[in-house]
């Protein structure tokens, strides 16, 4: 399917060919619900909490410094703090065009001046290299970050050119200056090298769709053709750190940083799109398969290793060294997206909603105003209170933290929640297709021009019941497409004509189809099986070997110690740590007054104070203690109650 360049839609990929075409800001609307709710919380607090923090630690003010010349004196930050300034300016466009607030665009004209102020004349920009006293441009690829700072530069500008073409603030401007410069730099002839961290290959291919101008493309594939040639130099962490040791076709599973891969993985799939390459493409949807089935966490999570931030080996996924770092789950969004639209495959949708509800959703608190970085499936500890008035040094904080002194994944965050419209829906020749279900207006074209106008109206993920009703008549018939998710054996399609009796089929996970000339009043109600139920690991994933999880519907569950004391104390056990219980797996998994409830016991260590080991017991001559029945939270919740234990896996009683 070729897409209309002249109908481009407000949205963050918009690739000229593929199976299906995204629906945009423009014309997908979320009106409230669990995702709603969290855009509502993204604007009000997010955006002005990251704001007040980039002008408190004097990112910002970077950028000030070097518009009148007294750089590197009084400089704060890491190299690439200049990137989170451009991620805020994303998200702040995204928002404006979502909701066009005047206050929001005001601050966001601001912030574009001081921004474009500090922009050299042949289109440098950056504030940690290339002015007296600093290091030289590009002389540090490996750990520089410049040309991934442009990379969030770029995607920026694409939200502004996309949300306001009109704008008169310059940020493309800026933007286009930038990718000349290095274009110019790096291009045939130039420096053949790339940045140790992935992230302007698909800001290259977006800024060039959004401007028209290929050259961008061009430069984003020698970027990816370049990498795995060991271009870079090896570092304690090997180059596999920054994919640098095996050429992207070639590569079979990702590796080594977990966001340099996937925003390398969706750069790839950009370039592989736009080139028509289906080699490469065919290589990236064989690393995502592999990475998915042995190097994903249950929550969606990737990144299993602290020291590096980056992907264990096959099936190394211990939940309590669980990294799972916020911005990888962005990246794996974007990778798994990009290859959704050009290969229609639902797979990918799932593994969206997977890593948007237990992430993505993980990541802010309630209140929208601190963050997690990593996501643990396992606090042995109870978290510590972050320190409010100053940035957390640790990215590993054990309860959300304001600020950090690495502080990527909040505008992260932000940018994905303000453009999350974008993901809901599609298009192509034969009809529409939900891949997310939330509270929603959607009103668009078909390619041959006729019109679609839905309104979705869903509790999800609280209930399971997905209506859509049709607000337009058809003169043709189309087809409506709803994903069933994998793990939703059992749902039901109900086809509610206006005129005509309603009828009702069972469908299997997949894609759930329904094609005929809809008339206005027509509805279409999905019903997903929501009761809550156990899941298993595979078994080489050893680290869980012998535990259970929780999940309901598409939210994983988790037990926390806060709701551990009181249940074990009705049937006078005592225990407030969720390291001091099992899971009485004979019980299954309920809903009770609005909570999924499980069924524990105390587990009596089998060590001794001076020696974690014993003989094996006989389980048969032990008398079962009590158990007791405990509310499991839904894991983007937890620790929003105070400090505690938690976990995701629970081990099974014998």
């Known amino acids: 399917m070729t897409m209309d360049a002249t109908r481009a839609p407000v949205t963050p990929v ?60 009084g400089r704060r930050g890491r190299e690439f703090s200049d990137s989170e300034v451009y ?12 909701d066009d607030d005047e206050d929001l665009d005001r601050r966001l004209r601001a912030l574009v001046a001081r921004v474009a102020a500090a922009q050299q004349p042949d289109g440098y920009l950056n504030t940690e290299f290339g002015r007296p006293g600093q290091r030289e441009r590009w002389s540090d690829l490996e750990w520089g970050h410049e040309l991934y700072c442009f990379g969030h530069l770029f995607q920026a500008a694409v939200a502004r050119h996309r949300t306001r073409p009109d704008a008169d603030d310059g940020l493309v401007e800026v933007a286009r200056r930038a990718a000349d410069l290095v274009c110019r730099t790096f291009g045939e002839g130039g420096i053949e090298s790339v940045c140790g961290h992935a992230e302007i290959e698909p800001a290259l291919v977006e800024l060039g769709r959004a401007t028209d101008d290929r050259r961008y493309l061009e430069q984003a594939r020698l970027f990816v053709e370049r990498r795995g040639r060991g271009t870079l130099r090896d570092i304690e962490f090997g180059r596999a750190y920054y994919q640098d040791d095996v050429p992207v076709r070639q590569a079979t599973v990702l590796r080594g940083h977990a966001v340099r891969a996937g925003y390398l993985s969706a750069g790839a799939v950009d370039v592989a799109v736009e080139e028509g390459d289906d080699e490469l493409l065919d290589a990236l949807a064989v690393q995502w398969r592999n990475t998915v089935a042995r190097r994903t966490y249950l929550t969606g999570g990737q990144g299993s290793r602290h020291q590096d931030e980056g992907f264990g080996d096959d099936w190394a996924l211990p939940p309590d060294r669980a990294y ?39 990541s802010p608190s309630h209140e929208g105003t601190a963050f997690y970085y990593t996501n643990t499936l396992h606090q042995r500890r109870p978290g510590v209170v972050a320190p409010q008035t100053e940035a957390s040094p640790r990215a590993s904080t054990s309860l959300r933290a304001p600020w950090f002194a690495v502080s990527c994944c909040p505008p992260n965050v932000a940018r994905t929640l303000a453009s999350l419209a974008g993901y ?28 679609i106008e839905l309104e979705v109206q869903t509790g999800y993920p609280a209930d399971g019941a997905v209506r859509v009703q049709v607000l337009t008549d058809a003169a043709a018939p189309w087809t409506l497409s709803l994903r069933v998710p994998t793990w939703a054996a059992g749902a039901r399609l109900v086809d509610i004509p206006k005129e ?38 595979d078994s080489r994933v050893d680290a869980v070997r012998g535990c259970l999880a929780v999940e309901r519907g598409p939210e994983v569950l988790c037990l926390e110690s806060v709701d551990l004391a009181a249940a074990a104390a009705s049937v006078g056990a005592d225990a407030d740590d969720v390291g001091m219980v099992s899971l009485d797996a ?5 809903e009770s007054d609005g909570a999924v409830v499980v069924r524990l016991r105390v587990t009596s260590p089998e060590g001794g104070e001076r020696w974690p080991y014993a003989e094996r017991a006989d389980p048969a001559s032990d008398v079962p203690p009590a158990t007791f029945d405990v509310p499991l ?18 081990p099974v009683a014998p």
Request: proline share 7%; aromatic share 8%; hydrophobic share 40%.
């Open 14 to 73: 918009v690739p000229s060919r593929g199976r299906l075409r995204p629906l945009g800001l423009g014309e997908v609307r979320i009106l409230g619900g669990f995702w709603g709710h969290r855009q509502r919380v993204n604007a009000t607090a997010s955006l002005g909490h990251i704001e007040h923090w980039l002008e408190r630690e004097g990112w910002v003010a970077n950028f000030d410094l070097a518009a009148a010349g007294r750089l590197p004196q």
């Open 87 to 98: 991620k805020l300016l994303e998200a702040m466009s995204w928002e404006v065009g979502r």
């Open 324 to 362: 799972s770092e916020t911005c990888a789950s962005v990246a794996s969004v974007m990778f798994s997206w990009r290859l959704l639209l050009a290969l229609g495959d639902p797979q990918y949708a799932d593994l969206i909603e997977r890593t948007l509800f237990n992430v993505v959703a993980t």
């Open 424 to 451: 809901v829906a599609t298009t192509d020749d034969e009809g529409l297709q939900l891949h997310q279900y939330a509270p929603a207006g959607i009103r668009t074209a078909l390619p041959d021009g006729r019109p």
């Open 500 to 537: 005509g009796e309603p009828t009702s089929r069972t469908v299997r996970p997949g894609v759930a189809s329904l094609t005929r000339a809809f008339c206005d009043g027509d509805v279409v109600e999905l019903h997903l099986p929501m009761a809550p139920r156990y899941t298993v690991a």
């Open 586 to 590: 004979g019980s299954p998994p309920r």
């Open 633 to 650: 939270v839904a894991y983007h919740d937890w620790a929003n109650r105070g400090p505690s234990t938690m976990r995701v896996w629970l």
